[in-house]
């Protein structure tokens, strides 16, 4: 079902758009190399041995969840290690509130990011103005993906700790 007027993606392209559009058309067109980094794996573990009381990995649609807490309201938790790339992760959080309110129509949601490495937690709720920085990557995401080849990579200090590294720079 389309949302906001886009085909519907996964978190995480949501936020890869948000880090480096090489990297989003990379793994939108099925160019993985994501399960060779040790921050991949080290995020997985992380996620793995906290929060085991909670409903974990809850998947619906193409939306993977890493947990849900219901209570008086359902919140959305995303397990990250570092703050380091907040914004993207905060919009993959707001991208999931989104879904639920507006494709599913439960509408007492919220989002949790969760820091368990740093004990730090950021409560986030959808705002007008942020659904409209939805719309716009989310046409921004469609576009890109679509191009015939990648985006040329652009440097940055994140690129030394990216799965795509040696693709766009050996
Ligand atoms: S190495 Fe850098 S430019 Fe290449 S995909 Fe990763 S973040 Fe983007």
Known sequence: ????????????????????????WLFSNNVTMEFSSDLVGMGRFIHETSYSRERKNVIIDRIGIDFVKKGDRITIHEV????????AHRYQVYYYIHYLQAVLGIQDVDGMLDYPEMRKREHLTLTDDIRVDLERILRNIAETIRLPRPPPPVKKTYCKKCAYFEFCWV
């Open 1 to 24: 079902m389309p949302i906001l007027g886009a085909p519907l993606f996964t978190g995480t392209q949501i936020s890869y758009s948000l880090v480096c559009s090489t990297k989003l």
């Open 80 to 87: 990250k290690k570092s703050k380091k790339l907040d914004e």
